[in-house]
DNA sequence: AGGCACATGTAAAAGGTTACATGATTGG
DNA sequence: CCAATCATGTAACCTTTTACATGTGCCT
């Protein structure tokens, strides 16, 4: 039920398509709040369907046609009245988290590689996140950011994906080490 | 579908009922996959159905009877199994997030509010966790403990709880004051 | 030639949440 | 006396995931 009101929250930011939003081309909204292609297709036509959003049609000559959906004001009012209440507590849901929980009891060199992997998209998201945080700063320090913008609640995600993914690298690379000791240790 | 390795994870702890379990009898499995009671009985079921768990039950004279699952050899060997497959990414979802990126457009008021409230758990949590790290430490240091105890998945885990939880702690503080500049600019 | 990006969708299956249902005991 | 804890479950509903389906253009 809350998957539109993420979707609201992305289109703050401008016009998207299906696909658009898919792709999370609003980054900072997508790392709280994912969701598969066929989940977006779905709920944006429920909510033209309820005059939340509302379509323009982009003809095409070599590609697909698409729409692109953008907030009506009964949706603007909506997402009002949303941010008015109470949230429900935030979910995580992490496989790699059971598998070292489970670690002893299972393959740990798996387990190690798999934690490795992980580490390897957290760079890669940590860089991307900063790359979106230099293109909104756009040279400006983040003081002057703050006290300037429109908007500050894009920055505010961004950098809770930021600490979000910083903490993880670095849980991760401390996790290796221990799992390293170990297994040199069984050996 | 990643529910019953979950719960085969916090088993390894030792038996433990459905209601055990709904509670997050053991904390850190069930900070990394929440799942309701309703959704944990079910499952036991299933398990149990499937010789991946043994239920014992329990005749009790006050309460109602119980029945403490364990895990059975097939279960120990699925187990094992899934930790040498790799995980999926893990996901997140956060209303609040939501209604942070939302907040320019939205009531900054009650967002301020959710976030101060947040942060309330936030601490509820880390001491939480620091009480059962010291219980699991029992006066040595981390370093003793890692080197000696059976299994470290579980500190392991605790410890991406503690951090991740202490970085939300963080990121609410910031955020707070951010609101606060905001609002007060507006005034 | 093969694979990815673009761009949309349908349908079925699996998984998760919410409401309802029971009933004794303990603590404030 | 009211609320919480213990302890289990059913049924209905909503959400999410996965598989299938289509077709062009661009890059290597």
Known sequence: MSLRYAV????LEGEASGYDLAKGFDASVANFWMATPQQLYKELDKMRAEGLVQARVIQQERRPNK?????TEA????LRDF????????????ELMIKVQAVDA?????????VEERMVWA???????ER??????????????LSRSERVGPYLTLMRG?????????WGEWALAVLEQRSAATT
Do not use: C, W
């Open 132 to 145: 979106l945080r230099a293109r909104l700063l756009n040279g400006r320090s983040e003081e002057e950011y």
């Open 67 to 71: 729409r692109l959906f953008s907030l």
């Open 83 to 94: 941010t008015a209440v109470p949230p429900r507590p935030g979910a995580i849901r992490d």
């Open 162 to 170: 930021l600490a979000f993914e910083r903490e993880n690298h670095h």
């Open 106 to 114: 299972g393959d740990a060199e798996a387990v190690r590689a798999a």
């Open 75 to 78: 949706g603007r009012r909506v």
């Open 123 to 129: 760079q890669a998201k940590i860089a991307r996140y």
């Open 8 to 11: 609201m929250a992305a289109l």
